[in-house]
């Protein structure tokens, strides 16, 4: 039977950053996981925080630093947009507390640097997103792979493709500026899954493009703004992993339509499809050699409608019973190099090597009840 996290007292959470995916840690890190509750919210925007705290029947709403002073929190939760995970987490660090971030870790590669480095001079952690992987669909394409269905992995390709963002986004400029781009937007789902799949990456090449210099704005309220792109709409990248195993990466904003998978991979003795990383469940198939057609693989593991925050639910968990936790900030550290590599290649035509090392998380076990993960 597995060993399940059932601490005397939940792990405090305090969650940063009171916007739209707020919602569903809210609710997820509150109300079900049974080793976390949330013990206090902030934002720059104080009416947000009391919003989200009104909601979820959260006791306190606070201002950043006032929540970072509460000694009962131990887990900061970052859900702030990118340009201040670097600061909010930073700020949780100095203050004794772990930090767990919405993806990306940072925008430079430097700061999630700095931050890997604090948390380890402080014997605290870091942890963040993307947690689809821990996810019922990527947990059971890791599961096939680890039994040998598909023998050894030779392969993978990924393809994460659309036309950007300003025809529906309300305020859609920050998506082509530095840190935008398709790559550091949707890169960390599709990376985080194949590290988790076929573990850490050893380098990566890669060539990039900007295709459309101006991109004009079609929703509201910005209709007719034009903006400059500033970073590039279209990454091709090729990554070799640490186990021998070749990735193809391509994230684009510049292609109106296409009927490439989100991500498969190529073993020696079959195939595999692997769901939308940037989803919990989905439908995984397999074609083994000599068959005549895929298969659908019935799911082997739960989480597989919204569960985002099982990451912090896991994270708590290993402070608990001292054993790593699975978005750990070694993998998400290793997902930003690999993004920063695919574009500092591609300008400086030559392979980029990985100085950053992180351990493939440890597999979900099965059979866990669908508020709790594993001690
Ligand atoms: N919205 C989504 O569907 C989605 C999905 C996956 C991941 N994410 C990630 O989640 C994060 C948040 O996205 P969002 O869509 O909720 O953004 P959002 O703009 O709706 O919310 C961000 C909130 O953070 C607050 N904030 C900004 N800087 C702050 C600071 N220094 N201190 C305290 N509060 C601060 C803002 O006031 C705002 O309320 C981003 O990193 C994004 O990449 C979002």
């Given at each position: 039977m597995t060993a399940l996290s059932l601490p005397k007292q939940p792990a405090g959470i305090g969650i940063v950053g009171c916007g739209n995916i707020s919602s569903i840690y809210f609710r997820n890190l509150h109300?079900?996981?049974?080793?976390t509750t949330v013990l206090a919210c902030a934002d720059l925007d104080l009416e947000r925080a009391k919003a989200r705290a009104e909601e979820f029947g959260v006791q306190h709403a606070c201002t950043p630093e006032e929540l970072m002073k509460n000694?009962?929190?131990s887990i900061v939760v970052n859900l702030t947009i990118p340009n201040a995970h670097y600061s909010v987490c930073m700020q949780a660090l100095q203050a004794g507390k772990n930090a767990y971030v919405e993806k990306?870790?940072?925008?430079d590669l430097e700061q999630g640097e700095e931050l890997q480095n604090a948390a380890a001079a402080r014997g605290l952690r870091v942890g963040g997103a993307p947690?689809?992987?821990?996810?019922g669909g990527i947990q059971t394409c890791r599961k096939l792979l680890d039994e040998g269905w598909i023998g050894e992995p030779v392969a993978a390709a990924a393809f994460m493709m659309g036309h950007g963002h300003e025809s529906w986004h309300?305020?859609?400029?920050f998506y082509y500026?530095?840190?935008?781009g398709p790559m550091f937007d949707m890169g960390p789902y599709y990376l985080t899954a194949l590290v988790n799949l076929?573990?850490?990456?050893?380098r990566v090449t890669g060539s990039t493009r900007v295709t459309f210099p101006e991109r004009t704005i079609t929703?509201?309220?910005?209709?007719g703004t034009v903006i400059s792109v500033d970073t590039p709409t279209h990454i091709a990248g090729v990554i070799d992993f640490e186990c021998g195993a070749i990735g193809t990466l391509v994230t684009s904003f510049?292609?109106?339509s296409h009927s490439m998978p989100c991500i498969e991979i190529y073993g020696t003795e079959g195939s595999m499809r692997v769901p939308d990383?940037?989803?919990?469940g989905g439908q995984v198939m397999i074609r083994r050699a000599g068959a005549s057609d895929w298969s659908v693989i019935p799911l082997t593991?739960?989480?597989?409608?919204?569960?985002?925050?099982v990451g912090v639910a896991d994270m708590a968990a290993g402070l608990v019973s001292g054993r790593l936790h699975r978005a750990s900030g070694d993998l998400t550290l290793h997902v930003l190099e690999a993004m920063h590599g695919f574009h500092i290649a591609a300008r400086e035509e030559k392979h980029y090597a990985m100085k950053n090392q992180c351990r493939r998380p440890a597999p979900l076990p099965m059979?866990?009840?669908?508020?709790a993960v594993d001690a």
């Open positions: 109300q079900r996981f049974r080793n000694p009962d929190i990306p870790l940072s925008v947690d689809t992987f821990l996810g309300p305020d859609p400029e500026k530095k840190g935008g076929l573990g850490p990456i050893k929703s509201k309220p910005k209709y510049d292609v109106w990383p940037n989803g919990f593991h739960g989480f597989a409608e919204n569960e985002r925050g059979g866990l009840p669908s508020n």
